[in-house]
C-alpha cells in the first residue's frame, strides 16, 4: 500500500502521508495541507473526514461490523453486560472480578443524587424535555463535586474513576427523579443491593410501598438495549463530546454538551419519532405501505431507517430485532405496532427507493417497541439512549484528556459579503 499521496494543484505538487489503521482503513493526512498550499480541504457533513484517530470503537459500514475495543457487538450482546462493557469502553479491557466489583461499588455509592441537585433539575419548566433535564443535571452535578470537575486536565484525569463512575450512576438516578417528580409520586431511594437495571427499574417504576418484582428478562432486555447502545465512534454527539473535550472541559460539561447533540430527531431523537411514526401509521389503518410510498416522494421519512456509515444492516438492528420477540413474550404483551414495523421493513428491504440508497433499519427502529414494551414513557427514549451512550462519550473525553490532542477549530469557506464601508442610519 503507498505511505504518501500526491495532490497537484496549479501546477503545484503536493505530497501527503497516508495513515493506515489497525484494520487497515487509510486516511489521507491534510494537517498541514493549509500551511503548504494555503487550501482547505471541504466536507459537507464530514462524511468523508476523520477528525482523529482512536482506539474504542470499530465500525465497518459496508459489512455491518461493529467492535468495541476489538470485541464484537454481537459476542458481548450474547456474553457480555452493560457494565462490564462500562469497564471495556472506559479502560480498554474486559474487567478482572475485583475490577467489575470495584466499578460497581463506585457506582453504588453516588446512586443518590446530591439535594441541590435534585432541586435544579425539579425546577426546571414541567414542560422540560428529559433530554434538557438531563443536560441540566449533569452540570449540576459537576457543580456539586467540583473536585472532579475542575478544568484542570491533570486532576480531571487523576479523578476520572470517580467522575465516571458518578456520571454513569447519576444518569439513572436524574432520569428516574425527574420521572417521579413529574407525576406526583416520591422519590425511590437507590437500592444498592440491585443490579445496574434493576436499581434503574425499581427507582423509575417501583410502587410506592417499594416493592421491586422487576422481572428478570425485563432487566436482561434494559441491559441489552444500553449494553447495544454504548459506543459508536464519531456519531454527531460523541464528536460533539470530543469537540467540548479538547478544550480542556471537564467530563461532566462534555457528556452534557453530547446529550444535547443527542436529542436531535435525526440522531438519537429518531428512537422516539420512530414510536410516533408506527402509532400515526396504526391508527390511520395503513399497514405501512402507503407510508413507505410517501417516503419515497419526500413527503414524510422513514424514521429508524438509514445511516451514514452503514450502507448494510445495522447489526445492533439485527440484535434488537430478535430481542424485541423475546422481551414481549416474557413480558406476555402483543404490539401491534411490531407488525407495523416489521410490514415497514419486508416493504422498504424490497424496494428499489431504499435498496438504491442503501437504506436499512438502524439501531433506532426496533430499540422503541422494546422499550415502550418495558413502559417506559416515549419521552424517555432518548435519554434512555443518552444512558447507555454515556460510558462512550466517558471513553472518548478520557482518550483526549490523555492524548492531549489540539483543541477542534475546524476551518470554513467564507461566501458571506465582501468588503464594505458603514453607512449611517439617515442613510438607510
Ligand atoms: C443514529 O452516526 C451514528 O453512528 C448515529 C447512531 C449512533 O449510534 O450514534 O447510529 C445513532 O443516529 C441512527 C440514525 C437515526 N436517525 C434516523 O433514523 C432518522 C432517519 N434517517 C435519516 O434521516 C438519515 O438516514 C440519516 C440522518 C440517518 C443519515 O443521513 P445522511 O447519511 O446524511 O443521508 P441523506 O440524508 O443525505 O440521505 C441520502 C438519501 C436522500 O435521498 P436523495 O436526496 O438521494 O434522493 O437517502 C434518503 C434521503 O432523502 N433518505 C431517506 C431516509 N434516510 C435517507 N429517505 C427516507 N427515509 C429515510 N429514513
Redesign the pocket.
Known amino acids: 500500500m503507498s505511505k504518501s499521496a500526491d495532490l497537484r494543484i496549479n501546477d503545484q505538487s503536493y505530497s501527503l502521508d497516508i495513515i493506515t489503521g489497525t484494520e487497515q482503513e487509510q486516511a489521507i493526512d491534510v494537517s498541514n495541507l493549509r500551511k503548504e498550499s494555503k487550501f482547505i480541504t471541504f466536507d459537507d ?1 464530514y ?1 468523508n473526514t476523520g477528525s482523529c484517530e482512536s482506539s474504542v470503537t470499530y ?1 465497518d459500514g459496508d459489512s455491518g461490523i461493529l467492535r468495541y475495543r476489538g470485541y464484537d457487538i454481537t459476542e458481548l450482546a450474547e456474553k457480555s453486560n452493560f457494565l462490564e462493557t462500562c469497564h471495556l469502553l472506559l479502560y480498554g479491557e474486559l474487567p478482572t472480578a475485583d475490577e467489575l466489583g470495584l466499578l460497581e461499588q463506585r457506582i453504588s455509592k453516588f446512586a443518590n443524587l446530591p439535594d441541590e441537585v435534585l432541586s435544579t433539575i425539579n425546577a426546571l419548566p414541567s414542560s422540560a424535555h428529559p433530554m434538557a433535564v438531563l443536560s441540566c443535571g449533569l452540570q449540576a452535578l459537576g457543580g456539586a463535586f467540583p473536585e472532579l470537575a475542575t478544568n484542570d486536565r491533570k486532576k480531571d484525569i487523576e479523578n476520572f474513576d470517580d467522575a465516571a463512575a458518578l456520571i454513569i450512576s447519576a444518569t439513572r438516578s436524574i432520569t428516574a427523579s425527574r420521572y417521579r417528580h413529574q407525576h406526583g409520586k416520591p422519590i425511590i431511594p437507590s437500592d444498592s443491593s440491585k443490579g445496574y437495571c434493576d436499581n434503574f427499574l425499581s427507582m423509575m417504576f417501583s410502587s410506592e410501598t417499594g416493592q421491586s418484582g422487576v422481572p428478570e428478562q425485563v432487566s436482561n432486555a434494559l441491559d441489552l438495549i444500553f449494553l447495544l ?1 454504548a459506543d ?2 464519531q ?4 464528536s460533539t463530546c470530543r469537540m467540548i473535550a479538547s478544550g480542556g472541559a471537564n467530563p461532566f460539561a462534555s457528556v452534557a454538551g453530547a446529550t444535547s447533540a ?1 436529542w436531535g ?4 431523537g ?1 428512537n422516539m ?2 414510536i410516533r411514526m408506527l402509532n400515526e401509521i396504526h391508527e390511520s389503518g395503513d399497514d405501512g405501505s402507503r407510508f413507505v410510498e410517501s ?2 416522494l ?1 413527503k414524510s ?10 450502507r448494510n444492516y ?1 447489526p ?1 438492528a439485527k440484535i434488537l430485532k430478535s430481542a424485541c420477540d423475546d422481551a414481549l413474550e416474557a413480558l406476555g404483551v402483543s404490539s401491534p405496532i411490531l407488525e407495523i414495523a416489521r410490514k415497514l421493513e419486508e416493504v422498504a428491504l424490497q424496494d428499489p ?2 435498496i438504491q ?1 442503501k ?1 436499512y433499519p ?4 426496533y430499540s422503541g417497541i422494546i422499550l415502550q414494551a418495558l413502559g417506559f414513557p416515549t419521552d424517555t427514549f432518548t435519554v434512555l439512549f443518552a444512558i447507555g ?1 454515556t460510558p462512550g462519550w466517558l471513553a472518548h473525553w478520557r482518550e483526549i484528556a490523555l492524548t492531549g490532542k489540539k483543541i477542534h477549530r475546524p476551518r470554513q469557506i467564507y461566501q458571506g459579503s465582501n468588503l464594505r464601508s458603514y453607512t449611517p442610519l439617515s442613510e438607510r
Not at 456519531?235 to 460523541?238: F, I, K, R, V
Not at 438502524?362 to 427502529?365: I, K
Open positions: 457533513g462524511g465500525i447502545h459508536h465512534e456519531n454527531c454527539s460523541t443527542l430527531p435525526l440522531h438519537g429518531a419519532a420512530v417516503a419515497k419526500g421519512r422513514l424514521m429508524g431507517f438509514g445511516h451514514r456509515v452503514y445495522d445492533r427507493y431504499f440508497r437504506l438502524n439501531v433506532d427502529f451512550r
